[in-house]
Every structure is written in structure tokens, then in C-alpha cells.
């Protein structure tokens, strides 16, 4: 049984005094420009990528991770990802970055 890709979408919502950007499809060339426009909160302490809908992540996500990782240590909002596919988990720990992040398997618990 073949099942259909999930579209792109990417939201963004305030929760207190954090920012949630939630991704689903794919994030590659084509999309992680769009992620990153929604992934900017100067005045927010905090950022959740939520990547649970996302099926496939290419290097422009990795490289969208880690300009956000750059940005929290020069005083940017704190990163945490949600994600719980193993196709992104797989890629964060091949790129050696899953050690570095908060991951939690939800949106909620990102937000502890």
C-alpha cells in the first residue's frame, strides 16, 4: 500500500513566551527558506522547530538547524526540537548534532 506524501505546510504559533514552528512534508532546497522565515523570534526566549510531521529532511534542514543552533549561542532564543520520525532523528545524529540539540518527542515536553 503506497502511501501519498504528506504536503508542505510550515505555521507558526506563539505559546507564552515561546515560538512553535510546525513543518510538515518535506524540508529541502525548495522549503527551508520558507521554514527559516517563520523560525525567527528576536524577542521570544524560545523556539520549537516541531518536525514530527516531517517525512524527509535534506542538508538545507540540517543547515537551517544549525544556523539556529549559531543564533541561540550569540544570544538568539533557545532552540529545542520536537521530533519523534526516524527519518530526521536518523539525519541530526548522522550529522553528529543530536547530542547538541534538545529533543523531545513532542511539542509539549520541548516546551519544559
Known sequence: MDSDPVPFAVQRHERGSAIV???SGEIDLSTADLVRTQATAPDKQ???LDLRRVGFMDTSGIRLVVELMRAEDE???KLAIAADGDAVLRLL?????K???RLAPTV???LE
Open 21 to 23: 514552528v510546525e513543518v
Open 46 to 48: 524560545r523556539i520549537v
Open 75 to 77: 544570544g538568539g532564543a
Open 93 to 97: 545524529d548522522m550529522a553528529g548534532l
Open 99 to 101: 547530542p547538541k540539540l
Open 108 to 110: 509539549d515536553e520541548a
